[in-house]
């Protein structure tokens, strides 16, 4: 989480929203294959885990990786516009600044994941 927030603080810096949270979740039986760190630098590995396979308890490994993800927009006059627009006929719009961008994914991300 908290390098999630180092990222979309980063954004929000650059005017920069419209993105999403992609978590990779990959099962591992063999317990031979390493994922590279360069193509996967928020990775981490739940080493020896059980796991019901067709009704059978097996021994895995599980990797999890995540990353901000999506077509970066710039907050720029059309957002803005947008942003009033919406905001007219909608509780909770989608195009909001960047700030409340970040803050407002920053908080759905932390519901999702469940960690501080």
Do not use: W
């Amino acid at each position: 989480m908290e390098q999630l927030k180092c990222d979309t603080s980063l954004l929000s810096k650059h005017n920069l929203m419209d993105y999403s949270l992609l978590i990779f979740l990959q099962y591992d039986l063999s317990r031979i294959i390493e994922l590279p760190k360069d193509n996967f630098p928020y990775c981490f590995v739940q080493k020896d885990m059980e796991v019901q396979l067709e009704g059978e308890p097996q021994i895995m490994n599980r990797y999890v990786c995540f990353g901000i993800i999506d077509y970066l927009t710039n907050f720029n006059l059309l957002k803005v516009m947008e942003e009033k627009i919406k905001n007219t006929y909608q509780h909770n719009p989608s195009a909001v600044h960047p700030q409340l961008y970040m803050k407002r994914f920053v908080n759905q991300c932390h519901k999702v994941v469940g960690t501080n």
